[in-house]
């Protein structure tokens, strides 16, 4: 499985940006597709995922409301739109895929991994 995140970049306060997650080499109608982001010392965290099987979602309390999954079975894409953003959304974002049907939202429960993009929120 290989998976390519973009659509990072810098923006403002409140502003809004769009990732997306290209994923290939695997049937993707069958796999949770999870974002996660990490800053630098931190811990990668989960912020949002989403069954290509059910569409059920999963979202952080911090980005409830903000940021939107959202999926295309047929392009193998999986996007996140994040609006209202605050500083601290700043970190590298990184999707990633889990097999099973069950969304999980610790980093370890997933199996392949992106490289990262990073978005930057300035105040």
């Known amino acids: 499985v290989q998976l390519q995140a973009s659509g990072g970049g810098s923006v403002q306060v409140g502003g809004s940006l769009k990732l997306s997650c290209a994923v290939s080499?695997?049937?993707?109608?069958?796999?949770?597709i999870g974002w996660f982001r990490q800053t630098p010392g931190n811990e990668r965290e989960g912020v949002s995922a989403?069954?290509?099987?059910?569409?059920?979602?999963y979202y952080a309390d911090s980005v409830k409301g903000r940021f939107t999954i959202s999926r295309d079975n047929a392009k193998k894409m999986v996007y996140l739109q994040m609006n209202s953003l605050k500083p601290e959304d700043t970190a590298v974002y990184f999707c990633?895929?889990?097999?099973?049907?069950?969304?999980?939202?610790?980093?370890?429960?997933?199996?392949?991994w992106g490289q990262g993009t990073q978005v930057t929120v300035s105040s």
């Open positions: 989403i069954s290509a099987v059910d569409d059920s979602t």
């Open positions: 080499g695997h049937s993707f109608d069958e796999y949770i």
């Open positions: 990633a895929t889990r097999s099973g049907p069950v969304i999980r939202t610790a980093p370890y429960e997933y199996d392949s």
